[in-house]
């Protein structure tokens, strides 16, 4: 029993120093973005089925999130490199400049990432997907300010540089939950507008049902 422990725990130690080094991290970095960008959609998609809101599992749908993980976790992995780099220290005033850059630099475009990159996977217009980003955009950007200060104050200040991205998206699943709701949102239908002779034509039935009645006494 302790032979065949040690045996796995070699194992796991060969496979986490391949894993996380820099040969590979990138392809770790991706494997986990992609990943749990898909366990975040498979949980919202459960809700939504046991709520009524949807019939069945949409496999297309949980594959697109997957592909827009891999494009927000390679913005996620150089992203960190380069604060990391230009901002190696743990200081206070570091850790806060980061934690502003990230916020207004990064967040606003890895949600455009997203957007353009399921506008593109969903086969909309460059008109629909601007509509997109204009409706829904702001949702995302507003919660992120809710989550990401404080998660990124952690981050910076006592997470190792390469498992950094990890850390990001074990954070973020609930935040891609989140997201797989915001994005397939139904938008509210417009009310439907009535033509003048339809309105005139409910104006006529109205006023004859509450008309009085001729005294026939």
């Given at each position: 029993?302790?032979?065949?422990?040690?045996?796995?725990?070699?194992?796991?130690?060969?496979?986490?120093?391949?894993?996380?080094?820099?040969?590979?991290?990138?392809?770790?970095?991706?494997?986990?973005?992609?990943?749990?960008?898909?366990?975040?959609?498979?949980?919202?998609?459960?809700?939504?089925?046991?709520?009524?809101?949807?019939?069945?599992?949409?496999?297309?749908?949980?594959?697109?999130?997957?592909?827009?993980?891999?494009?927000?976790?390679?913005?996620?992995?150089?992203?960190?490199?380069?604060?990391?780099?230009?901002?190696?220290?743990?200081?206070?005033?570091?850790?806060?400049?980061?934690?502003?850059?990230?916020?207004?630099?990064?967040?606003?475009?890895?949600?455009?990432?997203?957007?353009?990159?399921?506008?593109?996977?969903?086969?909309?217009?460059?008109?629909?997907?601007?509509?997109?980003?204009?409706?829904?955009?702001?949702?995302l950007y507003k919660a992120e300010w809710t989550v990401w200060p404080i998660a990124q104050m952690i981050n910076f200040f006592f997470v190792a540089p390469k498992y950094r991205v990890l850390y990001d998206n074990s954070v973020s699943l609930g935040y891609d939950v989140f997201t797989s709701r915001v994005k397939y949102a139904k938008k509210p239908e417009p009310p439907k507008k009535v033509s003048g002779a339809r309105?005139?034509?409910?104006?006529?039935?109205?006023?004859?049902?509450?008309?009085?009645?001729?005294?026939?006494?």
């Open positions: 029993m302790r032979i065949r422990y040690r045996n796995v725990q070699r194992t796991l130690s060969r496979w986490h120093s391949h894993a996380f080094s820099k040969k590979y991290l990138l392809f770790t970095n991706l494997g986990v973005s992609i990943g749990l960008s898909m366990l975040g959609d498979t949980f919202e998609q459960s809700y939504e089925r046991y709520t009524g809101q949807i019939q069945g599992w949409d496999r297309t749908r949980t594959l697109r999130m997957g592909i827009s993980g891999f494009t927000v976790g390679i913005v996620c992995h150089y992203w960190y490199q380069y604060l990391d780099y230009y901002y190696p220290k743990r200081s206070f005033s570091t850790v806060v400049r980061k934690i502003i850059l990230d916020q207004c630099i990064c967040s606003p475009f890895y949600i455009s990432i997203f957007f353009l990159t399921m506008g593109l996977l969903e086969d909309k217009s460059w008109e629909e997907v601007m509509e997109e980003i204009h409706d829904k955009a702001w949702t309105a005139l034509d409910l104006y006529n039935v109205y006023s004859n049902q509450n008309s009085p009645r001729p005294n026939t006494t």
